[in-house]
């Protein structure tokens, strides 16, 4: 009798570690799957930083290629700039020959009419 008790232990034994095997199987599979669940979310973030960092790349090439052009326009202003001061430096001094063209070449015209009319008008083709 000692023994079916003995052996009935054992069973009894056996069962609860069969039961405790059997939980901790579920859970390593539990823990599985979300070991797998991580990488592939691992996985995602790693491409995540891969996109971040071509778009990185891409970002420092255009504002390499802004930089550049703001330079090219820098330059561009700078000599229409000096271009304008020569302009305004040019007309200025060119400012008192044109007031002075404007008075007297119509004086003058008005002068050479006057003096033709005076002569016609004090000797008509005698």
């Known amino acids: 009798m000692n023994s079916i008790k003995h052996g009935g232990a054992q069973e009894s034994d056996i069962r609860v570690l069969v039961q405790r095997i059997n939980t901790l199987d579920d859970k390593i599979d539990t823990v599985n799957a979300n070991v797998e669940k991580t990488s592939s979310s691992l996985d995602r973030v790693a491409d995540n930083l891969g996109k971040v960092a071509e778009q990185i790349a891409r970002k420092e090439e255009t504002d390499k290629h802004l930089s550049e052009k703001f330079n090219t326009l820098s330059n561009r202003v700078d000599k229409i700039a000096t271009n304008q001061r020569d302009t305004d430096l040019f ?3 060119q400012k008192p020959w ?3 063209r404007n ?3 119509p004086s003058i015209v008005v002068a050479i009419i006057l003096g033709l009319a005076a002569v016609f008008y004090s000797n008509p083709f005698k």
């Open 91 to 93: 007309i200025a001094a």
């Open 98 to 100: 044109a007031e002075y």
């Open 103 to 105: 008075k007297i070449i």
